[in-house]
């Protein structure tokens, strides 16, 4: 796959860019513990009743994600084998807050986090889901689970929905969430998550890239922690476009964060057709088109909501799959991947190919 200066690769920013896998694993645990000890007054230190390693195994046997649902099943979990039940037609003229309050100061849990975690077994809870499929699909089934109701996960996060609150403290940290939500953090001191992930390219790869092609990147997180993040990470001046879920046109080079920009990522629907073109039209807005560029996505296309063909012809889009399981070979193809990629490298040999070429070349002589 030949590439010239005068092309345009935008690269997911989920799918590809980054590796977040370990921020949200440990996000996952993080919020379980914090919710426990911070929201519910559960005694004892507010670290160590989990570890990465058991917490990675269960996800991974029962079909969860690391992020938001792990921590919720993780904390359904841990409120299912307290000794007390809590009914909630007791509580049912309360709100989430007073309920809380309630049982912080008048029906306190008697276990302390030391006693969970002898008593913990998250394998009981695994062959239960297991038996109805896995994932929070047999998650929802569950609905006789003891204490689910003290999990409140929904609404917005600065009033009721405190389990997302917490996770958000956990992963954004201190800056991030006060510019995300306009609020400081009530549970949570430690530094976000977000700080321990990655990019999958290394300098050197980014640099050979930006002398091939122009870059751009789309993305599903709010605007505000993708700009964090590359600029956490010293990437933003290698693109030239970055198009998040809110579908806005931004500067990678500008590290000012405008509140009024901002939104709840999870408040609406993506439209990742959207955003692609958005990245494409931002990137070629300032340059005489020319017949013979072309653009280039690369990212997970065995997903189905990534429907490519409604622009693949018209900006004569050619796609690159990208997937860490190779066993999805087939479905990037089906999902109208050209080429496929199961690894960093192996992206930018198809993006550099010429470039490859002329140095072999150089070599042989």
Not at 33 to 54: A, F, N, R
Not at 132 to 139: E, F, P, S
Not at 192 to 210: A, S, V, W
Request: aromatic content about 8%; overall charge neutral; some cysteine.
């Amino acid at each position: 796959m030949e590439t010239s200066p005068n092309d345009l690769v935008v690269i997911d920013f989920d799918d590809v860019l980054i590796d977040c896998y370990k921020s949200l694993l440990l996000a996952s645990i993080r919020t379980t513990e914090i919710y426990l000890t911070k929201v519910l007054g559960v005694q004892g230190p507010d670290k160590g009743l989990l570890s990465p390693k058991e917490v990675e195994q269960f996800a991974n046997a029962y079909g969860f994600k690391v992020g938001h649902d792990l921590a919720y099943v993780l904390l359904l979990y841990f409120l299912s084998i307290l000794d007390e039940e809590y009914s909630p037609d007791e509580f049912d003229a309360l709100d989430p807050k007073a309920v809380i309050e309630t049982i912080r100061t008048q029906r306190p849990i008697r276990e302390t986090t030391a006693d969970l975690k002898k008593r913990k077994r998250l394998s009981d809870l695994g062959k239960v889901l297991r038996v109805r499929g896995g994932g929070m699909h047999a998650l929802n089934k569950l609905t006789d689970l003891k204490n689910r109701f003290l999990a409140f996960n929904e609404g917005h996060i600065t009033m009721d929905n405190y389990l997302d609150r917490v996770f958000e403290e956990v992963y954004l940290g201190e800056e991030l969430f006060q510019t995300e939500y306009g609020q400081a953090r009530m549970f949570s001191r430690d530094t976000g998550t977000i700080h321990m992930e990655e990019p999958r390219f290394t300098i050197d790869q980014f640099n050979r890239l930006r002398r091939r092609v122009r870059l751009a990147t789309v993305t599903k997180r709010t605007q505000a922690r993708t700009m964090y993040l590359l600029n956490l990470l010293g990437l933003a001046d290698y693109f030239s476009a970055v198009v998040s879920s809110e579908n806005t046109f931004h500067n990678a080079a500008d590290t000012e964060y405008n509140v009024d920009m901002l939104g709840v990522a999870d408040t609406k629907v993506r439209n990742f057709v959207a955003e692609l073109v958005s990245a494409i039209e931002r990137m070629s807005a300032d340059q005489q088109w020319l017949a013979e560029s072309r653009i280039i996505y690369v990212g997970d296309t065995s997903d189905p909501a990534k429907d490519l063909s409604m622009i693949k012809d018209r900006y004569r889009l050619t796609v690159i799959g990208f997937s860490l399981d190779r066993r999805k070979r087939q479905a990037l193809k089906d999902g109208g991947a050209d080429a496929v990629a199961f690894d960093a490298n192996q992206v930018v040999r198809l993006l550099t190919e010429r470039e490859q070429r002329h140095r072999d070349r150089r070599r042989r002589r």
